[in-house]
């Protein structure tokens, strides 16, 4: 069985070394030590609006259960959740 592994491990490596440099895999250790990429300012920003977007839209269901499911004031409710969550975001910024 160790011989079999030591096999394994030798065809790993001639065909690691076989294949171009930028096809080549990366042994876990080196793998680990690469630092993660940072999101851009951009990136962050989409996703932040993203988030944005999505408590908003819960928030303002969440104001058209409790007005018991009554149509008609989706706007109202948008512009409510709107000023709620801007207001979260807003406190949530000055306690960092």
């Avoid at 440099?21 to 851009?40: G, N």
């Avoid at 512009?79 to 910024?93: N, T, Y």
Wanted: no cysteine; charged share 35%; glycine share 2%.
């Amino acid at each position: 069985m160790a011989r079999r592994d030591s096999n394994k491990r030798n065809e790993t490596a001639q065909a690691s070394t076989s294949l171009p440099a930028d096809m080549r895999t990366v042994p876990e250790s080196e793998a680990e030590q690469e630092t993660k990429p940072v999101f851009s300012e951009i990136a962050q920003t989409e996703m932040d609006e993203d988030l944005r977007f999505r408590m908003i839209s819960e928030a303002a269901y969440h104001l058209y259960a409790q007005r018991g499911y009554v149509e008609g004031f989706e706007l109202d409710d948008w512009f409510q959740a709107e000023a709620e969550v801007a207001r979260l975001l807003s406190d949530r910024s000055t306690s960092d």
